[in-house]
């Protein structure tokens, strides 16, 4: 009995180590990495001497009503000099004809079609250089067909953070609110996501961008080869790129309110398990230190579940020293989460987080495991 006693006892410890280990680990990147974000304050608008023509390019792709109801908000932009690039990739309704009126409309809206080739199959990425080769401009601001702007100063701030000189521009794109714990769960992954890239960026180890807001410019795009790198991978038009041509002295972040793009998220699990599952095949090809910082991210919040739980259940009578470990953990998120769920308009979200953040790990990395399985050959 006593034997018994003394390994299960040494069995407690190793557990409890194992949850204070990863917890340092978890405060790592709360306390050091996010805290950048959670500090970091948005530069005024400037009025002058920081408008540089822009194009603003769309890929669509059956995408009628989304156009019709959100591409005049960019069109209708408060800024001097831009002009709107829609690539219409091979749409079957009538996006075509829709275009037609909206060019008679606003002269600077420039389209681009695509026909499909029975014999060739093309993923975004063809169509964004497509939309990159006809754009007139060396600032390129990037978007998408079911995006619209939070006002008409969008560009207005994309266009100021190009200002001193650099070559990518870093935005934000929340999902609207809608009812639900699907919802919840893409804001909140939404903004795990924005955080964690943003954050880096702050840090100069930028790994990747959201092409739902987006800038960079052109002559980036050609000095490095377009998508030359990773054309055999169907996603990751926005993040690889990024990946591929990040810089500590070339990108910046651009997060005001007014510069937010909002988009409309998927309404069932499985859409949301496709989605997640291309961006998944995607990041695989970033770089080896990117990844490494990913997942050690990841894996050390989720196994902190993982062995915390099972502590609990084995040791029920020491439940207070595992529960004090876990509410440490979340004093720490409190602190540094609110000020950047606050920038990223998701304070709502505050209130659900111990149960949102258990489902976001456990699904991200359950998910992700199964998309090492899995092959996407198609972008929409």
């Known amino acids: 009995m006593e034997l018994f006693n003394q390994i299960t006892g040494n069995a407690f410890i190793l557990l409890v180590g194992a949850c204070g280990l990863l917890l340092v680990i978890q405060l790592y990147f709360l306390l050091v990495v996010y805290s950048r974000l959670a500090f970091y304050k948005n530069a005024p608008?400037?009025?002058?001497?920081?408008?540089?023509?822009?194009?603003?390019i769309i890929c669509a792709r059956n995408e009628e009503e989304n156009l019709r109801h959100k591409l005049p908000k960019i069109l209708t932009q408060d800024y001097p000099q831009f002009e709107v690039?829609?690539?219409n990739d091979f749409s079957e309704d009538d996006t075509k004809w829709l275009l037609t009126d909206l060019r008679a409309q606003y002269n600077h809206l420039k389209v681009v079609e695509i026909a499909e080739h029975v014999r060739l199959k093309h993923g975004k990425k063809f169509a964004v250089t497509l939309g990159i080769k006809g754009a007139q401009y060396?600032?390129?601001?990037?978007?998408?067909?079911?995006?619209?702007?939070?006002?008409?100063?969008?560009?207005?701030?994309m266009a100021n953070s190009f200002s001193g000189g650099e070559e990518i521009v870093l935005g934000y794109s929340p999902y609207n609110k809608k009812p639900g714990l699907l919802n919840a769960l893409i804001r909140f992954e939404t903004f795990h996501t924005a955080m964690s890239y943003l954050s880096y960026a702050l840090r100069g180890k930028a790994y990747m961008g959201v092409g739902r807001n987006l800038g960079y410019t052109k002559s980036l795009f050609f000095r490095g080869k377009g998508f030359a790198a990773h054309m055999h991978i169907?996603?990751?038009?926005?993040?690889?790129?990024?990946?591929?041509?990040?810089?500590?002295h070339n990108t910046v972040i651009c997060i005001h309110p007014e510069a937010q793009v909002w988009s409309e998220p998927k309404t069932t699990f499985s859409a949301y398990s496709r989605q997640k599952t291309r961006h998944a095949g995607a990041s695989k090809a970033y770089k080896a230190s990117h990844r490494r910082m990913l997942a050690t991210q990841l894996t050390s919040a989720f196994l902190f579940y993982i062995v915390a739980i099972p502590t609990v259940i084995i040791y029920p009578q020491y439940w207070y020293v595992i529960l004090g470990i876990y509410l440490f953990r979340l004093l720490a998120q409190l602190i540094v989460y609110f000020p950047?769920?606050?920038?990223?308009?998701?304070?709502?979200?505050?209130?659900?987080?111990?149960?949102?953040?258990?489902?976001?790990?456990?699904y991200i990395c359950i998910n992700g495991f199964f998309a090492l399985f899995r092959k996407e050959v198609k972008w929409k």
């Open 138 to 157: 060396e600032h390129l601001v990037f978007t998408d067909a079911d995006c619209i702007p939070q006002s008409d100063q969008w560009l207005r701030h």
């Open 234 to 248: 169907p996603s990751g038009d926005d993040d690889l790129f990024v990946n591929q041509n990040a810089s500590p």
């Open 45 to 56: 608008k400037q009025e002058k001497n920081a408008t540089p023509p822009l194009s603003v």
């Open 85 to 87: 690039i829609l690539v």
């Open 340 to 362: 950047i769920m606050k920038k990223l308009q998701v304070r709502g979200l505050i209130w659900w987080l111990p149960f949102l953040d258990a489902c976001y790990y456990n």
